[in-house]
């Protein structure tokens, strides 16, 4: 599976990494793309205002506008994220790590 | 042991909270205090920058500057964050549950 802190480059900085959880800081300026990528149990919070369309691993496709503070939960997951807006995308990504 | 979502009142926001973690928005204003209260294991991502001072449970005090974006990881800790600057302090936190 393909990992984020890889596939979205330089868009994505790790900020921690330990046995329990990683922290990753994503930033997709406008039209970005993360590249497909594998989360398992994790939460996004994001930092700014945005809108986005997500293709999944089965090739559907699901837009959504996000406003900054939105707090997503989400299990395991295999998508790619478009930054369809005007503005940087900004959000946190905290991967919880199966014990 | 206190939860800080009681301790720290309408300074407290939980976004999200479900078997595996839960996540509270802290603004705490200058010279606020987030009361005496207990975490397990966390982590916290500071949204601005600020000063603070943390009395723990056996009484010490530790005085911190912080910026937007710090990620610090804490293990199992009971404290009283005091924000000593002159801007309302504002973090992220994420608190691990075990499983």
Redesign the interface.
């Known amino acids: 599976s393909q990992d984020l802190a890889m596939t979205a480059g330089k868009n994505a900085r790790v900020?921690?990494d330990?046995d329990?959880?990683r922290?990753i800081?994503l930033m997709i300026p406008p039209g970005g793309k993360t590249g497909m990528h594998s989360h398992g149990?994790n939460?996004v919070?994001f930092l700014a205002d945005g809108d986005s369309s997500q293709t999944m691993a089965d090739g559907t496709t699901k837009t959504r506008h996000t406003k900054a503070?939105d707090?997503l939960?989400s299990g395991p997951v295999t998508h790619d994220t478009t930054n369809t807006g005007k503005t940087p995308a900004k959000a946190?990504i905290?991967e919880?790590k199966a014990?």
Chains 1, 2 share one sequence.
């Open positions: 900020l921690l330990n329990k959880v922290v800081e149990d939460v919070y503070g707090t939960w946190l905290i919880l014990k």
